[in-house]
């Protein structure tokens, strides 16, 4: 069992930065390899959104709220997950959540883009959210 944990969150003033991360420990893909991952996160009384993601084709997908400030990226072995967020703004305060897609390696061949907009479906493993509260 794949379980996603996310790390970074913190209360910073506007304009600040934060770094997030997200690791995949104890990771038995039980014959799957990594596909998607990416960040997403939800606040209260709001649905959840897409922050950012990469791909298995390499693919990288920004919201256009967080275009220019934030950026994904993931180690070389591709099983950590990182989100620097700079010039952070009041309304990026959310619970964020780290999510990774595992599939078969010939599944995820056939699959393009990362699915920011539609995770349901993609996105098989979920963590269980860090808080960032921007304040003004």
């Known amino acids: 069992q794949v379980q996603p944990v996310e790390s970074g969150g913190d209360s910073v003033q506007r304009g600040g930065s934060l770094r997030l991360s997200c690791s995949t420990p104890?990771?038995?893909?039980?014959?799957?390899?990594?596909?998607?991952m990416g960040w997403f996160r939800q606040a209260p009384g709001k649905e959840r959104e897409g922050v950012a993601c990469i791909g298995h084709d390499h693919s990288v997908e920004y919201a256009p709220s967080v275009k220019d400030r934030f950026t994904i990226t993931k180690d070389d072995a591709g099983n950590s997950l990182y989100l620097q967020m700079d010039n952070l703004k009041p309304e990026d305060t959310a619970m964020y959540y780290c999510?990774?897609?595992?599939?078969?390696?010939?599944?995820?061949?056939?699959?393009?883009?990362?699915?920011?907009?539609?995770?349901?479906?993609?996105?098989?493993?979920w963590g269980q959210g860090t808080q960032v509260t921007v304040l003004s």
């Open positions: 999510a990774v897609e595992i599939r078969p390696l010939f599944f995820l061949a056939e699959v393009s883009g990362c699915g920011l907009d539609k995770p349901d479906g993609r996105y098989n493993y």
């Open positions: 104890g990771v038995a893909y039980g014959g799957g390899s990594m596909g998607s």
